[in-house]
C-alpha cells in the first residue's frame, strides 16, 4: 500500500505471496504486446491460451478485428489460437459464447453490437441454404429446393444457381444457355458484360462486384466476408492457418496462385505475354499507341474525404491501355483460356511455386549452370504440380 497499490489488490496479493519481491511481480504485469507494466486489473487472458496483454491493447486490437476484418480473425494475436477453420461447430460455438461475454467487458458498445451481428451472419452462413441477396445487402435462408430466390426486403428474384435475375427464360433451361440467351435478347445486359470484362465474382457467396484494376489482388467480399485473390479466386490464409505447407507459416497472409495467375505475371514483359498468346492462337487486341495519349481506365482512389472515381491516366501502350492495365488484360485471358506458362517462368518464379506447393528444392551446389538449374525446377513442376 505504501508503493500506492490498491487496498483490496494489496491485501488479496499479500495472501497470495510469501515476500514482497514475490508480490511485486504479481502486480506489475508487463503486457506482452506493449511491453508496459500494468496491475493484474488491467491486463486481459485470452481464452485458449496462456497469452495476455493489457486492456489497452486488448481494446485496440479486438476493435480492429471486429471493424475491418473476418470474425474469425477475433483469436489471440500471439498464437492466432483458437483456428477456427479447423473447429467444429460446437467447440467455435462455445468459443464465442465465452468471446462475447469477455468483449463486452471493455469494447465500445457500437463496437460490440457490430462483433454480436457479425457472429449472427457467421452462424447462419453455417447453413448451406443460407443465400446473400444479388441486389441488395439482405440475407435469408432459402429452399434448397427453389431454383428461383426471392429476397424478402427487396423483393428480387435471382437464380438460385448463376445468381442472375430471374426471367421466364430461364424456366427448363440451364444457366449456361440462359446467359447465351441473356447476351442476345436482354437490352439491359451491358452491366452484365461489363462484370464479365472488369468485374470479379466470390467464389464463396457468389456475389458479384465491379473490380477498380490496377489495385491490391487480395480481396474481402463485403458480403461473407471471404477473402480470395482477383487473379484467381484461390482463398488467401495466414500462414499459421494454411495446411498446405511448413513453408506457409513463413508467408503471413498469403494465397496458392496457380502459375499462371497475374500473381506471376504482373511483372512479366507485354510482348512476352503478347508471344505466349500467339504461341496458343489466341486472338487479343494488340493496337499500338501513338505518345501522348492516355488511359482511360476507371480506377477508385483514397482521399481525405474518402474513396473517389478517377482515371488511370498512365501513358499508353496498346489498345487504349497503359502497360498496367494491358498486363492484367493479358493475365485475364492467359487465365480464362487455362494457357500454360512454364515457357515464361524464370527460376525465381519456378521456385516460388514449388516452395508453395510444399515440394523440395533441386539441388543447386555452387557452379550450378544456370540452364542445368531451371530445367531442374521444371521437371519438378511438370511433373508434381498440375496446373489447376
Not at 6 to 25: G, I, N, W
Not at 74 to 79: D, G, M, N, R, S
Request: hydrophobic content about 30%; glycine content about 4%; some cysteine.
Amino acid at each position: 500500500m505504501e508503493l500506492e497499490f490498491e487496498r483490496e489488490l494489496s491485501l488479496s496479493t499479500a495472501k497470495e505471496c510469501s515476500s514482497l519481491p514475490a508480490a511485486l511481480a504479481l502486480l506489475q504485469q508487463e503486457c506482452q504486446l506493449c511491453a508496459e507494466k500494468y496491475t493484474m486489473k488491467q491486463m486481459i487472458s485470452m481464452l485458449e491460451c496462456e497469452h495476455f496483454c493489457c486492456l489497452g491493447c486488448a481494446t485496440h486490437y479486438f476493435t480492429l478485428q471486429i471493424t475491418e476484418r473476418n470474425i474469425n480473425d477475433c483469436v489471440c494475436p500471439f498464437c492466432k489460437q483458437p483456428n477456427l477453420d479447423s473447429c467444429d461447430g460446437d467447440q467455435a460455438l462455445n468459443y464465442f459464447s465465452n468471446l462475447d461475454i469477455q468483449l463486452k467487458g471493455f469494447l465500445e458498445p457500437a463496437v460490440h453490437e457490430l462483433f454480436q451481428r457479425k457472429l449472427r451472419d457467421r452462424t447462419l452462413m453455417q447453413d448451406p441454404n443460407f443465400k446473400w441477396c444479388a441486389k441488395c445487402s439482405s440475407g435469408f435462408i432459402a429452399n434448397p429446393r427453389q431454383r428461383r430466390l426471392v429476397c424478402p426486403d427487396c423483393r428480387s428474384m435471382t437464380c438460385a444457381s448463376c445468381r442472375r435475375p430471374w426471367e421466364k427464360q430461364h424456366e427448363g433451361v440451364s444457366c449456361a444457355d440462359y446467359a447465351a440467351w441473356l447476351e442476345k435478347n436482354d437490352p439491359e445486359n451491358q452491366i452484365d458484360q461489363h462484370l464479365a470484362e472488369h468485374g470479379v465474382t466470390c467464389p464463396k457467396c457468389m456475389a458479384r462486384y465491379s473490380l477498380s484494376r490496377g489495385g491490391c489482388m487480395h480481396l474481402t467480399c463485403p458480403h461473407c466476408k471471404h477473402e480470395f485473390c482477383s487473379g484467381c479466386a484461390n482463398p488467401f490464409l495466414m500462414g499459421t492457418k494454411c495446411t498446405v505447407s511448413e513453408y506457409c507459416a513463413k508467408l503471413g497472409l498469403h494465397a496458392h496462385h496457380p502459375r499462371n495467375c497475374l500473381f506471376y505475371l504482373r511483372d512479366k514483359e507485354p510482348q512476352l505475354l503478347q508471344k505466349l498468346l500467339d504461341d496458343n492462337n489466341v486472338e487479343y487486341k494488340k493496337i499500338y499507341q501513338k505518345r501522348g495519349t492516355r488511359c482511360t481506365m476507371q480506377l477508385q482512389r483514397e482521399t481525405p474525404d474518402g474513396m473517389i472515381d478517377v482515371t488511370c491516366s498512365q501513358p499508353v501502350i496498346f489498345s487504349g491501355l497503359c502497360r498496367r492495365h494491358y498486363i492484367e488484360y493479358i493475365s485475364r485471358l492467359v487465365r480464362k483460356l487455362k494457357i500454360e506458362t512454364l515457357g515464361i517462368l524464370t527460376s525465381e518464379d519456378l521456385e516460388t511455386v514449388i516452395k508453395r506447393a510444399g515440394k523440395n528444392l533441386p539441388p543447386n551446389p555452387y557452379g550450378t549452370p544456370k540452364l542445368h538449374y531451371l530445367n531442374a525446377l521444371l521437371e519438378i513442376v511438370k511433373e508434381e504440380i498440375p496446373l489447376e
